[in-house]
């Protein structure tokens, strides 16, 4: 098949964009070389696909339509995965128009350029941020998501909202997959692992905020992928509608339009998560313990139901697991080997 992906300079999707060509799929993909962090490792992501002849690259921003139209062109694609975004919580806060111009502007480029092109599937990468700090447990997509705590969130959240409508006004089928605190080899510099990793080794202190009482639902980056390629398979119509008992699909009754989360629904405690990272390192951390940070969220939890229902697939890779593998990863990266 043909696929036009957004992001594939990134951590997610450099791992999807890798898994389709590895399956014998064309892949356009879409990415704006954002000073966000290293474009060192973005760039040595995009060299790795390129050695495929399966894989053309468009450099672009999402608020650039010709560069958008260009990578369609080329692309042609019978399914669109957008994954570019600007991520971050915490950065959210002091640059919240960066977040604006890319989730939400962007974003609205997409939802344009899907409704011209009418590809088979529209993929939207959404966020388990939009929970907020919702009391329930576990997360179920059905839950109300209305009180977001950053403008990280109230973006992907905003842009959810659009592609509703632009699948009710032009029944483009459109799938809004929410994560869970991906993790895994290549990930981003700022996120937690990456961080922890790197400040151990080199005897430095680790941040571990809100006194470590936290937990997050932790998805290592190949679980969710697989549950990423399943739901391609699966354009929302109400051929698949999901009737099993105890179970709410978020089909929604007046568009071809779904929001799934995909993780496994078993949340880490940090200070496990801590230990783990000791214990495969083989050394201690030097922790600074620290109140909650503005923004944060005390726990995420996934309700994996309906993507079982859908897929037969719910992620499992345990902590343990994931965090050997970017180690091994990771020590790989700093002696120049990956």
Same mark, same amino acid.
Not at 68 to 84: G, K, Q
């Given at each position: ?249 978020? %089909?929604?009754?007046? =568009? /071809? ?5 995909? !993780?496994?629904?078993?949340? *880490? #405690?940090?200070? @496990? ?36 229902? %859908?897929?037969?697939? =719910? /992620? ?5 697991? !994931?965090?050997?593998?970017? *180690? #091994?990863?990771? @020590? ?7």
């Amino acid at each position: 098949m043909r696929y036009l992906i957004t992001g594939t300079a990134g951590f997610i999707g450099f791992h999807l964009a890798k898994r389709l060509l590895d399956e014998g799929h064309f892949v356009v993909g879409f990415d704006g070389m954002t000073q966000y962090y290293d474009v060192a490792l973005k760039e040595k992501r995009h060299a790795i696909l390129a050695r495929s002849n399966g894989f053309k690259a468009q450099i672009g921003m999402l608020e650039d339509v010709d560069a958008l139209n260009r990578a369609a062109d080329l692309a042609e694609p019978e399914v669109i995965i957008h994954l570019a975004a600007q991520a971050g919580v915490r950065y959210s806060i002091d640059c919240p128009k960066d977040y604006v111009n890319s989730n939400l502007i962007g974003s609205w480029n997409i939802l344009e350029l899907a409704k011209t092109l009418q590809p088979k599937h529209l993929m939207l990468a959404s966020t388990s941020s939009i929970y907020g700090s919702n009391e329930k447990v576990p997360f179920a997509e059905s839950d109300r998501a209305d009180e977001p705590m950053t403008i990280y969130a109230a973006t992907k959240k905003s842009m959810e909202l659009m592609a509703h409508s632009y699948a009710h006004l032009h029944k483009v089928p459109t799938t809004a997959f929410r994560f869970f605190t991906v993790y895994g080899p290549w990930g981003r510099p700022d996120m937690a692992l990456f961080k922890f990793v790197d400040a151990i080794l080199k005897g430095e202190p680790i941040d571990i905020y809100g006194e470590g009482q936290m937990s997050r639902d932790f998805t290592y980056i190949d679980d969710l992928v697989e549950g990423i390629v399943r739901l391609s398979h699966i354009a929302p119509s109400e051929d698949n509608r999901v009737t099993e008992e105890g179970v709410t699909d978020t %089909l929604s009754k007046h =568009a /071809p339009f779904r929001v799934v989360n995909i !993780g496994g629904g078993q949340p *880490v #405690e940090l200070m @496990r998560f801590v230990e783990t990272v000791e214990t495969v390192l083989g050394q201690k951390a030097i922790r600074n313990m620290l109140p909650m940070q503005q923004g944060d969220v005390p726990r995420t939890f996934a309700s994996p139901d309906l993507l079982r229902a %859908l897929t037969g697939y =719910a /992620p499992d890779i345990t902590i343990e697991t !994931g965090v050997a593998a970017f *180690v #091994e990863w990771y @020590r790989s990266w700093q002696s120049g080997k990956a």
